[in-house]
Nanobody, 125 residues
């Protein structure tokens, strides 16, 4: 069974930084394209960033480009999201998942049919 566990969220002031982690179990991370998703309060979950299987290809939505960095350590079966210069609009619950694809235009859909608990990020102004 494909499972993930997100961690690293918290309360931070605007301009601060957080590093999110996503530990995969039940599947080898290195075999899958992975994505980070964000669900803001009262909104749908949306893709934020994605990474090819080796991490050589990455993609970001416009609002986080230049501030967020996705990376992965396949040996540790862990995906990361370094978030710098955080803004109040980055507030939400962050999830990771193996996805159907990753292009410069979009983050693909969750291919596992499973969502972890997510990790909460609150950015105060």
């Amino acid at each position: 069974q494909m499972e993930v566990a997100e961690s690293g969220g918290g309360l931070v002031q605007a301009g601060g930084s957080l590093r999110l982690s996503c530990t995969a179990s039940g599947f080898p991370l290195g075999d899958y394209i992975m994505g980070w998703f964000r669900q803001a309060p009262g909104q749908e979950r949306k893709g934020v960033s994605c990474s090819g299987t080796t991490g050589d290809f990455t993609s970001y939505i416009a609002s986080v480009k230049g501030r967020f960095t996705i990376s992965r350590d396949n040996a540790k079966n862990t995906l990361y999201l370094q978030m710098n210069s955080l803004k109040p609009e980055d507030t939400g619950t962050y999830y990771c998942a193996p996805i159907t694809g990753c292009t410069i235009y979009r983050v693909g859909h969750n291919r596992s049919g499973y969502w972890g608990q997510g990790t909460h990020v609150i950015v105060s102004s």
